[in-house]
């Protein structure tokens, strides 16, 4: 984002407008974290915002400031549509193409309003008349927080805001341990700190408030997880039938990827989770080094992301894809076992 885009953004906003404020769907802890700390922000400038969901995110997410009075896409169409065709200004946050946000995407598309993109991840669409991506950033809640320092308004960061931009930071930089934290990244946490963000606190909110059917869930997820030595690969399957056995809820599934990406001498790891419901496998792929699930996803599974994080989706049935998906590996063996 350039200089004079800033200037133009900062004239924009100087004068109360009607802002909606948009996450990708399923959105996870950057997407709300991000989404709610720029909706704190404008409310200090006298803006109407309203944040608007495609659908419902975590319950792990929902000790957030203000986070009830995010409006869900799926269940609140006619108010969202509404707030979308009168909006002076829409904000996108952590998606980079309108597709993310799942049936939004036509209402956004139509949309009159000046779009401003905030967003980290690779191959951004060219949808919005100010786009500020960065896929050298942790997080879009750290380039939330730069948006605003950028703006001359690091002195209107409060608790609430801070709060927010935290948990979005730590849970897409894996608690600090990713390659995309940087030094930066710890001096943005730091001053969160400083400005109230109880680091405490939000971890206990996000990863220590476990059901009991979820720790049940994780069991039989470890259960299904299998081992491709001669690709460096691991992978976990979850059915239908294993989600309703344990009262599957949204949210309980995040970071399961990871136990795969865990095991010793594995660079690759998927997991495939089975959506009766939408008639789709959604897949979440992580990988170490230089490998790009990213690249891969955009490749075979209809998805994207990061180098090291992607997501995608499959339209076959949960054997069948998990099967496409091993005869896949041979044509990358020599990248993964190069690694």
Same mark, same amino acid.
């Given at each position: 984002?350039?200089?004079?885009?800033?200037?133009?953004?900062?004239?924009?906003?100087?004068?109360?407008?009607?802002?909606?404020?948009?996450?990708?769907?399923?959105?996870?802890?950057?997407?709300?974290?991000?989404?709610?700390?720029?909706?704190?922000?404008?409310?200090?400038?006298?803006?109407?915002?309203?944040?608007?969901?495609?659908?419902?995110?975590?319950?792990?997410?929902?000790?957030?400031?203000?986070?009830?009075?995010?409006?869900?896409?799926?269940?609140?169409?006619?108010?969202?549509?509404?707030?979308?065709?009168?909006?002076?200004?829409? #904000?996108?946050?952590? #998606?980079?193409?309108?597709?993310?946000?799942?049936?939004?995407?036509?209402?956004?598309?139509?949309?009159?309003?000046?779009?401003?993109?905030?967003?980290?991840?690779?191959?951004?669409?060219?949808?919005?008349?100010?786009?500020?991506?960065?896929?050298?950033?942790?997080?879009?809640?750290?380039?939330?927080?730069?948006?605003?320092?950028?703006?001359?308004?690091?002195?209107?960061?409060?608790?609430?805001?801070?709060?927010?931009?935290?948990?979005?930071?730590?849970?897409?930089?894996?608690?600090?341990?990713?390659?995309?934290?940087?030094?930066?990244?710890?001096?943005?946490?730091?001053?969160?700190?400083?400005?109230?963000?109880?680091?405490?606190?939000?971890?206990?909110?996000? @990863?220590?408030?476990?059901?009991?059917?979820?720790?049940?869930?994780?069991?039989?997820?470890?259960?299904?997880?299998?081992?491709?030595?001669?690709?460096?690969?691991?992978?976990?399957?979850?059915?239908?039938?294993?989600?309703?056995?344990?009262?599957?809820?949204?949210?309980?599934?995040?970071? @399961?990827?990871?136990?795969?990406?865990?095991?010793?001498?594995?660079?690759?790891?998927?997991?495939?989770?089975?959506?009766?419901?939408?008639?789709?496998?959604?897949?979440?792929?992580?990988?170490?080094?230089?490998?790009?699930?990213?690249?891969?996803?955009?490749?075979?599974?209809?998805?994207?992301?990061?180098?090291?994080?992607?997501?995608?989706?499959?339209?076959?049935?949960?054997?069948?894809?998990?099967?496409? #998906?091993?005869?896949?590996?041979?044509?990358?063996?020599?990248?993964?076992?190069?690694?």
């Amino acid at each position: 984002m350039t200089k004079d885009d800033i200037k133009k953004i900062k004239q924009l906003l100087e004068t109360p407008k009607q802002i909606v404020i948009v996450p990708h769907k399923n959105p996870d802890g950057d997407a709300i974290g991000s989404t709610l700390g720029l909706y704190h922000y404008l409310l200090k400038h006298n803006h109407k915002a309203t944040v608007i969901s495609p659908n419902d995110f975590p319950d792990f997410l929902k000790w957030m400031p203000e986070e009830s009075k995010i409006l869900k896409y799926d269940s609140q169409k006619e108010q969202s549509d509404n707030l979308i065709n009168t909006a002076d200004i829409v #904000f996108t946050l952590d #998606f980079n193409v309108l597709n993310r946000a799942g049936d939004m995407e036509d209402a956004l598309s139509k949309s009159e309003a000046i779009k401003i993109m905030i967003d980290h991840h690779q191959q951004p669409d060219a949808y919005a008349t100010y786009m500020y991506s960065d896929v050298n950033m942790s997080s879009t809640c750290e380039m939330v927080y730069n948006f605003i320092d950028m703006l001359g308004d690091n002195n209107l960061i409060d608790v609430d805001i801070a709060s927010c931009l935290y948990a979005g930071i730590m849970t897409d930089t894996g608690s600090f341990r990713f390659p995309s934290t940087t030094s930066k990244t710890h001096l943005v946490v730091a001053d969160l700190i400083d400005k109230g963000a109880n680091h405490s606190d939000i971890h206990n909110q996000i @990863f220590d408030t476990n059901s009991y059917e979820r720790m049940q869930l994780l069991g039989c997820a470890l259960t299904n997880l299998k081992v491709l030595p001669e690709y460096r690969t691991a992978f976990i399957t979850l059915s239908q039938e294993e989600l309703n056995k344990f009262n599957f809820k949204k949210g309980d599934t995040e970071g @399961f990827v990871n136990y795969a990406l865990s095991l010793n001498n594995i660079i690759f790891a998927a997991i495939f989770i089975e959506d009766s419901q939408n008639n789709i496998i959604k897949i979440s792929l992580r990988s170490k080094g230089h490998f790009s699930v990213n690249e891969f996803s955009r490749a075979h599974f209809e998805g994207g992301g990061h180098t090291n994080a992607a997501g995608g989706k499959s339209n076959l049935d949960l054997k069948t894809t998990v099967e496409n #998906f091993i005869s896949i590996l041979p044509s990358y063996k020599n990248a993964l076992n190069n690694e």
